[in-house]
């Protein structure tokens, strides 16, 4: 029986990094979710990867540069958090913008690749993994524009999404599958922190030798394990006031004379238990008295 414990995804881009003996495993997963081997030159800064004082643990992200000068931005989000659509845009465009100098020829703008990996319940659809490029579409002719441009007297062709952005949203908790494949085996890493004895999975191996849990000095495995007491607590904290919120809307409706079956889709909350919930004055979201 394989009982290794694998530290997790998030703690590894959060402390981890530093060490370059290390970069084998984030290069594992640019291989699988982008189809090419991409060697990390430098770990670059970004606000999620400085040490907080806080230790905020609800999201860590790592700034990379390959050897291309291709920058990768890898997002380990916990907890939900609004407009996160909106702060990927703008964590790309800050990427772009600060990694070109003022007067330098637009040629050094510099292809992004934005990897995150969500630990909430994100959006609507069925499948786990979601990649966006940009394509600029023929609007009559339906055709997928291209450009010619010159590189050492060699005419070549690139789209815009040789260029633009690509963004990579990882919904783990939509996992729920046997990992047969290596994207898979990743899934099954980033969710359950399991890795098979004989994985082929680029980076997984190097994990598995570098990641077990009782490898790390007591000092760092104590502040593992406060971490991983400290998302629990979050996770518990945001459920409950998720499930007091529903409570609340259910009395507000059973009060207003709702049918059943309204609030038990809106809310979760059975028939028959709503009968309980009759005369009932919600805890949140009154206005108190002045």
Same mark, same amino acid.
Do not use: C
């Given at each position: 029986?394989?009982?290794?414990?694998?530290?997790?995804?998030?703690?590894?881009?959060?402390?981890?990094?530093?060490?370059?003996?290390?970069?084998?495993?984030?290069?594992?997963?640019?291989?699988?979710?982008?189809?090419?081997? %991409?060697?990390?030159?430098?770990?670059?800064?970004?606000?999620?990867?400085?040490?907080?004082?806080?230790?905020?643990?609800?999201?860590?992200?790592? %700034?990379?540069?390959?050897?291309?000068?291709?920058?990768?931005?890898?997002?380990?989000?916990? @907890?939900?958090?609004?407009?996160?659509?909106?702060?990927?845009?703008?964590?790309?465009?800050?990427?772009? @913008?600060?990694?070109?100098?003022?007067?330098?020829?637009?040629?050094?703008?510099?292809?992004?690749?934005?990897?995150?990996?969500?630990?909430?319940?994100?959006?609507?659809?069925?499948?786990?993994?979601?990649? !966006?490029?940009?394509?600029?579409? !023929?609007?009559?002719?339906?055709?997928?524009?291209?450009?010619?441009?010159?590189?050492?007297?060699?005419?070549?062709?690139?789209?815009?999404?040789?260029?633009?952005?690509?963004?990579?949203?990882?919904?783990?908790?939509?996992?729920?599958?046997?990992?047969?494949?290596?994207?898979?085996?990743?899934?099954?890493?980033?969710?359950?922190?399991?890795?098979?004895?004989?994985?082929?999975?680029?980076?997984?191996?190097?994990?598995?030798?570098?990641?077990?849990? %009782? @490898?790390?000095?007591?000092?760092?495995?104590?502040?593992?394990?406060?971490?991983?007491?400290?998302?629990?607590?979050?996770?518990?904290?945001?459920?409950?006031?998720?499930?007091?919120?529903?409570?609340?809307?259910?009395?507000? %409706?059973?009060?207003?004379?709702?049918?059943?079956?309204?609030?038990?889709?809106?809310?979760?909350?059975?028939?028959?238990?709503?009968?309980?919930?009759?005369?009932?004055?919600? @805890?949140?979201?009154?206005?108190?008295?002045?």
């Amino acid at each position: 029986m394989d009982d290794k414990r694998i530290i997790s995804f998030d703690w590894v881009v959060k402390r981890m990094l530093r060490n370059k003996a290390n970069f084998a495993v984030l290069e594992g997963l640019f291989k699988v979710l982008i189809g090419r081997d %991409m060697r990390i030159e430098e770990i670059l800064e970004s606000e999620g990867n400085q040490q907080d004082a806080t230790d905020k643990f609800n999201r860590v992200d790592v %700034m990379a540069k390959d050897q291309n000068g291709d920058i990768i931005i890898v997002e380990v989000q916990v @907890t939900r958090q609004i407009h996160y659509l909106e702060r990927i845009l703008y964590g790309v465009s800050k990427a772009i @913008t600060e990694h070109i100098a003022l007067g330098d020829d637009y040629e050094k703008v510099k292809k992004v690749y934005s990897i995150n990996i969500l630990y909430f319940n994100f959006g609507e659809g069925s499948d786990y993994l979601y990649h !966006g490029t940009t394509q600029f579409t !023929g609007v009559h002719t339906h055709d997928t524009l291209s450009i010619s441009s010159r590189e050492n007297s060699v005419v070549t062709l690139t789209t815009p999404a040789d260029i633009f952005p690509e963004y990579f949203i990882i919904r783990v908790y939509e996992f729920n599958q046997v990992a047969t494949t290596p994207l898979e085996e990743w899934l099954d890493y980033l969710k359950n922190q399991h890795i098979s004895p004989d994985t082929k999975a680029p980076g997984l191996q190097e994990a598995r030798q570098r990641l077990e849990v %009782m @490898t790390m000095p007591d000092d760092e495995r104590l502040a593992y394990e406060h971490h991983l007491q400290n998302l629990m607590l979050e996770k518990d904290a945001i459920s409950t006031a998720y499930d007091d919120a529903y409570m609340d809307m259910a009395i507000k %409706m059973v009060n207003n004379g709702e049918d059943p079956q309204k609030i038990f889709e809106y809310t979760g909350i059975e028939p028959a238990s709503q009968l309980l919930l009759k005369g009932r004055k919600p @805890t949140r979201g009154t206005k108190r008295s002045e």
